[in-house]
Structures are given as C-alpha cells and as structure tokens.
C-alpha cells in the first residue's frame, strides 16, 4: 500500500464504528463524535457506523451532537449495514430502502468501542477476516486485555508488577461462597476490590471492607460477567499512560493522575459529576514519572499491543511501589478522557493524533498482509 500515492489520488475512505452491546455504549458515542470532530477531511472521506445497543448495524449521517444524544438512532437516513468478511468486498454493504444493496470501499476502519464486543477482539475478528485495516491493537492483546484475570496472569508471567489477587467463576462462588469469601480475606485481607473480570468503567467494580460487603460486592460483579477478580485494594495514586505505536518502537507518555471524586474512580465520577480531576503530569518525582512510563511500555510490549493502549497503574503511597491496574485497548478519546490529553501535552493533537493512529493502521496492515 503507497500511502503517498494514497493521498494524491483520492481521500481514504475511514469508517467510526460507535455505540456497540456493551455498558460503555454511551461513552462509545462521545469518543466516536471525537474522531468525527478532529479527523482531518482534507485525508479522509469519513463516515459513521453506529451499533445499538441490541446489536444492529446502522449507516448513519449523524452529527457529533446526535451521536451523543442518541437521537442518532431515529435519523431518517440511517440504512441497516453489515461489514462484509469477505475480502473482495473490502468493506461495507449497505441495504437501502429501494431493497437494494450497495458496496462502499473501506480503506480503514476506527473501532471507538469500548468493552464487550468492541475493544475484545470480536470486532477486531471480524476486521480480520475482512482484510480491513483498523486503528488499535489486535485480536490477542484486544481480548487479553479486556479480561482481568487473563491480563492479571500475564502481568505475573512478564514481571510487570500487580496487588495480590485472585479469580473465581461464578460456578466456583456458587459452590463454595464461604470458602471463598475466607480465603480471599486471609489472602488479600480488607479492603477488597471485587470486578466483573470482562467489563469496563468501573461498572460492576465495588470496594469492600467486611464479609457483608464482599458478599454484595460479589452479587453486584456476578450482575455483569460470569468470572470475578478480587484485588486487595492499594492505597496511593492512580496514574495513565497513553502509550502509541507497535514494537520496537512503542513509547509511552509520562503518566497523567486521576484525582477521584469519590471513594475510587467510579462510572458516574469518570462521566457524570465532573468531579474528579486530571492532572499532567501526575504528583510524582521525575525519576518515579520515569518509571511509570517505561512500565507502561513493557507493559504494552509484553501484552502484544498495537496501536494505542491507556495503561494505568496505582504509586503505592508509603512504599512507592509502582503496580500495574489495567490496559485499556481502545481507551475514551471524550473530551474529559485522559488519553488524548497526555498526547496532546507532549505534543500530538487530535488531528495528529488520529492521523498517526490511522498510518500505524496501514503500516501494520501492510507488515501482515503485504
Ligand atoms: N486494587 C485496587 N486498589 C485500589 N483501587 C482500585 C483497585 N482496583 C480498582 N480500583 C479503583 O476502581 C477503579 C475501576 O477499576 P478498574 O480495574 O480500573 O476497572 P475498569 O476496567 O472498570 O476501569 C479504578 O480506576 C480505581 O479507582
Ligand atoms: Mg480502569
């Protein structure tokens, strides 16, 4: 693929895909009305696929605002759509309302998805098996990533430091709850995160402090997903990297700080309240925000991420140990979210931002596939 001789001829063709099946449906739709915003349409012909909540398909004109609203999904113009896996189609197929069906050419696609059936690697598969170019990383670190106890495992096998933990199925807790709860106590002592093991935005995600609590908190996680992750719960400061580009040469931002409204960085704190603040770089020394940040790229390196990733980590306070929480694969690009301010201070905006994150998309197209 000729990038330069790309641009001269036409505008690429660059599809967002936002909405999906997941709790993050409504965060989805802002972080895509970024993408919309910002992209540069001097390069690239864009257009919007959103996927409601039940899982269909729709091509849609929307506008930032609509997306946001969700007003996008009544829009007249919307035509159901599927994206195409075989490869001579390269792209989309729309069904429009004379009964016909039309091919659209992608040349790449931007999945700003976030959670189940989207940052997983399904939607990844999927673009896959079409041959489509596509933003982010993909389908092994996409589902290593989305899954705590996985991620957690392979953290432990890479050296990249992590809380004590551990990981129960529902079939486990329900045969054993008691065990369980008074293992995990001796193991990990209160307080106790509990997780939903597959989930994102702190849904389901609950902090104990005595049996009572571990036993709602657990009823809470089961709500979302079949397998669970306990953490004893560190005490310090959180911090992100925004972390772009493939291996060998993945860099990391220094780390930004989340300072919580509320007892932890909950759903409603990240989206709602506007309580919680950011802060670049984050309270630490030099050498620490060093630290932090070559983590973040083992991290992202060990994992096998492509593309972009958020990882986020807790500075223990008292010890300064530093402890991986999470990598987040398509992390929010909304207009409070953390990564597209750790670019753009140190020096990447939107517009350059996107623009790399679509040539890192080719360029690895082109690696795999010729
Ligand atoms: N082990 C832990 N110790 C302290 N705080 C935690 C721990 N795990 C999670 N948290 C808090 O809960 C929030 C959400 O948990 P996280 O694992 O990041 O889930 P999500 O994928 O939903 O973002 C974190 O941002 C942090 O504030
Ligand atoms: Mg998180």
């Known amino acids: 693929m000729n990038l330069e001789g790309n641009e001269l001829q036409r505008p690429l063709c660059a599809v967002v895909l936002f909405g999906g099946m997941s709790s993050e449906h409504e965060v989805s739709r802002v972080s895509a009305g970024t993408f919309v915003t910002h992209i540069d349409r001097e390069k690239y012909e864009l257009l919007t696929v959103g996927i409601t909540k039940e899982g269909r398909w729709l091509y849609t004109e929307a506008t930032p605002a609509q997306m946001a609203d969700g007003s996008w999904e009544e829009l007249p113009g919307n035509m159901p759509c599927v994206l195409s896996p075989d490869r001579a189609d390269h792209g989309m197929i729309l069904f429009t309302p004379s009964g016909q069906v039309e091919k659209l050419h992608v040349d790449v696609v931007i999945p700003a998805l976030h959670g189940l059936w989207g940052e997983d690697g399904t939607v990844q598969g999927l673009l896959e098996l079409a041959g489509i170019p596509y933003v982010g990383c993909g389908v092994l670190a996409s589902a290593a990533c989305m899954d705590k106890a996985v991620a957690n495992a392979l953290f432990a096998q890479y050296g990249i430091p992590h809380c004590a933990w551990a990981s129960y199925t529902r079939h486990q807790l329900k045969a054993d709850s008691e065990g369980i709860c008074a293992r ?55 911090g992100e990297c925004a972390v772009i580009g493939s291996e060998p040469s993945a860099v990391s931002t220094r780390p930004g700080e989340i300072l919580a409204g ?109």
């Open 184 to 238: 995990l106590e001796q193991q990990l002592g209160y307080p106790i995160f509990v997780k939903p093991a597959n989930a994102g935005s702190s849904v389901g995600v609950s902090r104990a402090e005595n049996r009572d609590e571990l036993n709602g908190a657990i009823d809470l996680a089961l709500a979302h997903d079949q397998k669970l992750v306990f953490e004893s719960a560190v005490d310090g400061q959180e």
């Open 262 to 370: 509320a007892e932890f960085y909950t759903y409603d704190d990240k989206y709602k309240n506007g309580v919680s603040q950011v802060v670049i770089p984050a309270r630490l020394s030099e050498e620490k925000l060093d630290e932090v940040k070559e983590l973040a790229r083992k991290a992202y390196t060990a994992l096998g991420c492509e593309g972009l990733a958020r990882c986020d980590f807790f500075v223990e306070r008292g010890t300064g140990r530093v402890l991986i929480n999470e990598i987040n694969t398509l992390p929010g690009f909304t207009p409070i979210s953390m990564y597209p301010k750790l670019m753009e201070k140190e020096g990447l905006a939107l517009p350059a931002l996107i623009d790399r994150l679509i040539a890192l998309a080719l360029e690895r197209a082109v690696a795999l596939h010729g």
